[in-house]
């Protein structure tokens, strides 16, 4: 079982309607859980960063937020837009090792019109 | 663009071929990443290399050797593969595997293998 699993694996929404993405993670202790957007075609895009002691992130229409006892993270995007169509990848990056990180699967979110 | 490149983008080669991917970064970064990237799968860190010098090999297959002449390009060279290799490589570099944990990857677009 990986150690973070994200849901849904998949997600259809209209156009500026906002959703949340959910991250669960067994890793513990951890150094910082980061959630990247990779669009088809490309490589992932770092959106946000947080360490074990943050509780919430921003980047624009994009808000992370983060708890740490129940080891749970969540990506929220605002009035959504066609070009938010991408998958969506949360990574928990582990104390000792600056590699040694655990990557989710990732949510692949779709902005229809 | 992110200032990492990659090529070829898109590769299908047989299982007795030998051919190589490219990843250049113009960011002045010293550290250097390969990541394999299945299809519904978590992506899968291969190698590291900080300031020319591997620094991880997550246990990869030898079929497929690294390269790192210096700071800005770095190679995948690939022979006798299988066609479960076949996956997106990504590469990715940031400005020092020792300045931390909150040190920020930057990713090229990576090359579609096809092995046949």
């Known amino acids: 079982k990986n150690q973070v699993e994200q849901s849904p694996q998949s997600l259809i929404i209209l156009e500026g309607k906002n959703c949340t993405l959910q991250?669960?993670?067994?890793?513990?202790?951890?150094?910082?859980l980061r959630w990247y957007k990779q669009d088809t075609g490309r490589g992932p895009v770092s959106l946000t960063i947080m360490t074990f002691s943050e509780n919430t992130k921003s980047n624009g229409r994009y808000t992370a937020t983060l708890d740490a006892d129940t080891k749970q993270s969540s990506l929220h995007i605002t009035a959504s837009q066609l070009s938010d169509s991408a998958s969506y990848i949360c990574v928990v990056r582990l104390p000792y090792n600056n590699n040694d990180m655990r990557f989710g699967a990732g949510t692949r979110l779709t902005v229809k019109p | 663009e992110t200032g990492v490149t990659q090529t070829p983008r898109h590769l299908v080669m047989g299982m007795t071929n030998k051919k190589s991917l490219k990843c250049e970064q113009h960011?002045?970064?010293?550290?250097m990443y390969w990541y394999k990237q299945s299809a519904k799968k978590p992506l899968e860190l291969m190698f590291v290399?900080?300031?020319?010098?591997?620094?991880e090999n997550n246990s990869v297959p030898s079929r497929f050797s690294p390269e790192c002449p210096n700071s800005s390009h770095l190679f995948l060279h690939l022979h006798t593969l299988q066609p479960e290799d076949s996956a997106l490589y990504l590469c990715a570099s940031s400005l020092s595997e020792a300045r931390g944990s909150t040190d920020t990857q930057y990713f090229g677009p990576g090359t579609r293998l096809t092995v046949l």
């Open positions: 991250c669960n993670y067994t890793v513990s202790p951890f150094s910082n």
């Open positions: 960011l002045g970064h010293n550290a």
């Open positions: 290399y900080n300031f020319k010098e591997q620094t």
